[in-house]
């Protein structure tokens, strides 16, 4: 069973096609796993295999996938981390989920997440946190804390997960995996319970990059039913190239916490990561993003104002916890939202509720949108000189679970690293570089619009370099 | 700098019941969040057209096609308060006891 | 006492006759068994998502056009937010401040704006009063969420409560002929608020204004902002203040409560939709726009019949504001001009019409029995005193009743008109000025006004038959009169 579990998702899916491997035997090596999770990082697990044949002619091989709460599968709860969404199961699938499926990845099950993708810490969810599997005392971070963990554990051969201000990519750091946004309005965000419109987007949570490139070729596409999605202009390749030459790496200062922002280990893990980048023949120079330090303030004005609007929907009418006591509509919506809902949720929905409020938007949500303006404007003068941009994914390793819960803000600096990409709406990926006292750390890359496949390119090529061993977590 | 009242008229607008000691705590973290959030308005942003679509998609429009829809029982498959009524099925709520507002 | 004018501003909610609704395929209904049209995005799931309706922005440039508004090439959407069960996103996508169209007019009302948002739900009641204020609970059905909506806002250049019903009147038509709504009020494809202030007369500064709603009748409408003018303008007469405020109408009572508590106005926190990119009215939606447009529409038929035909103001708009009756009327005009039916002009046809009218009402004259020729050979008829304008009723009566030839029926009931040379009209009238002299007295006196009661002998003498400008004539001369 376990040799089942060795193959990244890429090679089983491989074998499947080649007729070596049992997608049946896959699927249940996964999913008896899963069920047996002891990091809380599932809310849901099949019980069955799915029905339909055809896994050996699907190009992702019936490798099953755990997907995060928030996706709308029909059926099958969805939850989003959220009381006020406990039981809840849609009358429709989400198309990124559906396309997914087609393309013969069958749903594993639901994973855990930080409440309406609020949160970097998966502490936020309305039923328990979830543990890193590199130690069950900390953090796997979040939003998307359960797929992250259940990747690294080996509780699911691939994940996916959405990322708003670094929700796929920090977990992935924390974790120790490979976790990728694609370019805004690359995928279809029909079905994606949302937070924040302007900046979700869904994607892959894996052991490796060539893995991450696979589900991802399956994820991108326009959808009818999103008016921001886009046609992706190219195929997701595989990457194949193993040096970096002529790759031109930008390092913002801004970002890298020059001024001990990021902890001396990450830092350590990072200035080796360009070491080695510039040993595959890349080369690494400073550049300037002057509006990043302000991403953090925008970003936590626009998507709270975003949610606001976006979560006033769970009122008890039509779907969800209802708290009715008889003392009219007002109280109903009034209790109903104070039980279903999370403290963090609670706050970001005020927060979002008085920048947006009467005499408030220009010098709140109005002035944020303008900084977005020229945090996309710093990008796009920096991408001029340089390929992509290279950053450490987050500050700090996985910290203790309870540890920063008191203090909201400490909480939002998580973020300050991963915030700036989804403001402009540029791809990031972020790939395990290393441990720091045991705990992994994450290298992020990020490019312009539409670079997904030299974003996977470079990651591809520093992976073999770097040759990061997740095992531990997955014993 | 937010005050008592002004946390509870924000949690009105957001039919948020919070408790004495909620609304005390949110005072604080908001106001601790909003004081370093403030910092932007210190920026030059004289000229500078915000942000309303961060991609270029304008002009997305489909045929007058009706497609289907929902079967009524899956449409209140969910409902916390499905009713029958002589018409057909509907979603229960308290009365509003005004108009929108109240 | 100071003397008031009232200032009177419509903000028009009109259904779109689309097949589909605003941001998703579920069909647009009415009267059909509740939460049958219904599906993630207008029942506002989790996840759901809009996509906007060519047919509904087309329409809306239609619209546009017709007021002859700026069309705005790049307009957005924005979300209105507010809690009610009727609302299923909890926001409303709706247009805030770059809408699809600005500016434009109606006959002599200007358009502020017109844009584009979708409807509400119905929220039903199952107490037993029927009225929202009294039920313990109710329902929603959710078939009408996402129905594309238009809405109109004028400015405040309406100024009497009649001239709001009128132009509603003619608002009405003006869409109906379009093609983009049903436009029925009872139905709800037609909702009316109003906003009303009163000023000093002749000043220009406006006063403070209230919101009415709930006038869902054209009827309805009139009294509500009489009432409300009234109610005002008794206010400042006592000394006291206009408080600004949304009011109730009910009808059962004919008065206002209002509507809204006394704490302030909604904080809607308009912000651009995130969903939805910018709308682009784009040079090939605006010309099939205008491919669509009627030929002419009721404003410019009624400019058309006053300026070409020399129909009075309020004549021509009243045979081009009903599509039916300007039809009939020019197909009516046409069979004069062209059949030689004897000379009639069109302010002499034009008379006839509302004649028409008041005896077949609402229906359609096209579908009559009255043809327009005949109608056209009547008023020709009229007009050589070949039967007097009484006599030419009676005809129409019966030619609404059976149909046929105007001339066959004159000729078949005997009712040609009286001259003075034949049929004894002369005998008659000498025998109105024997019957009162006095009157003969004071007409001879040169008082004209006296000869009414010996035109009147002369009338019920001859069933009204003569001819009333022969009648004079022969008077006259008998009385020694020029």
């Known amino acids: 069973m376990s040799d089942v579990r060795d193959l990244t998702a890429t090679a089983a899916a491989e074998a499947v096609r080649a007729g070596e491997l049992d997608p049946g035997e896959l699927f249940e090596a996964y999913r008896a796993r899963a069920a047996a999770d002891e990091l809380n990082a599932f809310t849901w697990v099949a019980e069955e295999p799915p029905v339909n044949g055809g896994a050996k002619e699907a190009p992702l091989g019936g490798v099953p996938v755990a997907v995060k709460d928030l996706f709308c599968t029909e059926g099958v709860p969805s939850q989003a981390g959220s009381r006020i969404l406990k039981g809840y199961r849609p009358p429709y699938t989400a198309t990124v989920v559906a396309r997914l499926h087609e393309a013969g990845a069958p749903l594993l099950g639901k994973t855990n997440q930080d409440e309406f993708a609020m949160g970097s810490s998966n502490e936020n969810s309305g039923f328990g946190p979830v543990l890193n599997p590199w130690d069950r005392s900390r953090v796997p971070g979040g939003s998307s804390g359960g797929s992250a963990a259940a990747v690294a554990a080996g509780l699911a051969p691939w994940a996916i997960g959405t990322d708003t201000g670094g929700s796929i990519r920090q977990p992935a750091a924390l974790c120790g995996v490979v976790g990728m946004k694609p370019t805004y309005g690359a995928c279809s965000r029909y079905g994606m319970i949302a937070f924040a419109s302007s900046l979700d987007q869904a994607g892959p949570l894996t052991r490796d990059v060539t893995d991450a490139a696979l589900l991802l070729r399956h994820m991108v596409g326009h959808d009818r039913h999103d008016s921001t999605s886009l046609r992706f202009p190219e195929e997701i390749s595989l990457p194949s190239r193993e040096d970096l030459t002529g790759v031109r790496l930008g390092v913002p200062e801004e970002l890298t916490g020059s001024d001990g922002g990021v902890e001396p280990g990450v830092r350590e893990r990072f200035e080796a990561t360009l070491r080695q980048a510039e040993a595959l023949g890349a080369t690494v120079e400073p550049c300037q993003l002057p509006h990043a330090p302000h991403a953090l303030s925008a970003y936590y004005l626009i998507a709270p104002a975003e949610a606001s609007a976006n979560l006033a929907r769970y009122d008890g009418v039509r779907y969800g916890l209802r708290v009715d006591g008889e003392d009219g509509l007002l109280a109903m919506y009034e209790k109903t939202r104070a039980v279903g809902f999370g403290a963090e949720v609670k706050r970001r929905i005020m927060l979002g509720t008085y920048a947006l409020s009467s005499g408030y938007y220009e010098a709140y949500y109005g002035a944020a949108q303008k900084v977005r303006t020229k945090i996309s404007d710093d990008f796009r003068a920096a991408f001029e000189r340089f390929d992509l941009i290279a950053t450490p994914t987050s500050p700090w390793t996985a910290f203790e679970l309870g540890a920063k819960t008191d203090d909201p803000l400490a909480m939002y600096l998580n973020d300050f690293c991963t915030v700036p990409m989804p403001l402009a709406g540029i791809p990031a990926l972020s790939i395990p570089c290393g441990l720091s006292d045991g705990l992994p750390v994450g290298f992020q890359l990020a490019g312009p619009a539409f670079s997904e496949n030299r974003l996977l390119e470079a990651a591809y090529a520093l992976e073999r370099a770097i040759a990061f061993d997740g095992s531990a977590a997955r014993a | ?102 | ?482």
């Open chain 3, 1 to 482: 006492m100071l003397e008031y004018e009232p200032v009177i501003g419509l903000e028009i909610h009109v259904q779109l006759k689309t097949r589909s609704k605003m941001f998703c395929g579920c069909q647009v209904s009415f009267g059909d068994p509740p939460n049958t049209h219904t599906c993630p995005t207008c029942l506002g799931l989790p996840g759901a998502l809009p996509v906007v309706n060519e047919r509904a922005v087309q329409f809306g440039i239609m619209i546009g056009l017709a007021f002859g508004c700026e069309i705005a090439e790049r307009s957005l959407f924005h979300r209105k937010n507010y809690f009610y069960p009727d609302n299923p996103k909890a926001y409303q996508i709706s247009q805030y401040d770059i809408p699809l169209c600005r500016g434009g007019h109606l006959g002599d009302v200007r358009i502020h704006r017109v844009h584009l948002e979708e409807d509400a739900a119905k929220l039903n009641h199952l107490g037993q009063s029927g009225r929202i204020h009294g039920a313990d609970r109710s329902w929603v059905d959710f078939n009408r969420a996402g129905t594309p909506l238009v809405e109109i806002v004028t400015e405040p250049d309406i100024s009497s409560p009649a001239q709001a019903r009128e132009w509603l009147t003619v608002l009405r038509e003006t869409l109906r002929q379009l093609g983009v709504s049903d436009v029925n009020m009872d139905e709800g494809s037609l909702r009316c608020d109003a906003n009303v202030s009163v000023r000093p007369r002749g000043t220009r500064e406006l006063g403070t204004k209230t919101e009415l709603k709930n006038m869902n009748s054209f009827r309805f409408l009139e009294r509500g902002v009489r009432a409300e003018i009234e109610r005002q303008i008794s206010r400042l007469h006592l000394g006291e203040s206009v408080i600004q405020e949304t009011l109730h109408y009910d009808p059962g009572s004919d008065s206002l409560t209002p509507l809204r508590s006394k704490e302030e106005a909604h904080d809607y926190r308009y912000f651009p939709e995130p969903d939805l990119g910018p709308l682009l009215a784009t040079s090939e939606l605006i010309a099939q726009a205008r491919d669509e447009l009627p030929a002419e529409l009721p404003v410019q038929r009624a400019e058309r019949f006053e300026r070409e035909l020399g129909l009075s103001a309020a004549r021509a708009q009243e045979l081009a504001f009903r599509a039916e009756l300007a039809a009939y009327f020019e197909r009516a005009l046409a069979a004069a001009q062209s059949n030689g039916v004897g000379e009639v002009d069109a302010v002499e046809l034009a008379n006839w019409i509302p004649q028409l009218v008041e005896r077949i009402g609402d229906a359609d004259p096209g579908e009559s029995k009255v043809a327009p020729e005949s109608l056209a050979t009547l008023a020709a008829m009229v007009k050589a005193r070949e039967v007097s304008r009484d006599a030419a009723r009676e005809v129409l009566t019966r030619l609404v009743e059976e149909g046929g030839d105007a001339r066959a029926i004159v000729e078949r009931e005997g009712l040609g008109a009286l001259s003075g040379d034949e049929d004894g009209l002369a005998e008659i009238v000498e025998r109105a000025i024997a019957s009162d002299p006095a009157a003969a007295e004071q007409v001879r006196g040169g008082n004209m006004r006296a000869i009414g009661p010996l035109v009147g002998y002369v009338m019920r003498e001859t069933r009204g038959r003569a001819d009333g400008g022969e009648v004079t004539r022969l008077i006259r001369a008998q009385l020694g009169l020029g």
């Open chain 2, 1 to 102: 700098m937010l005050d008592r009242a002004q946390v509870l008229h924000v949690a009105r607008l957001a039919r948020l019941e919070l408790t004495d000691e909620e609304v005390q705590k949110m005072a604080g973290e908001l106001s601790h969040v909003l004081e370093h959030i403030e910092k932007i308005r210190e920026l030059d942003l004289a000229g500078v057209e915000p942000t309303a679509h961060v991609i270029d998609v304008a002009g997305v429009v489909r045929a007058d096609d009706p497609a289907p829809s929902l079967p009524v029982e899956v449409a209140l498959a969910n409902a916390p308060e499905p009713v029958e009524t002589p018409a057909g099925l509907g979603f229960g709520v308290p009365s509003p006891g005004q108009a929108p507002g109240e």
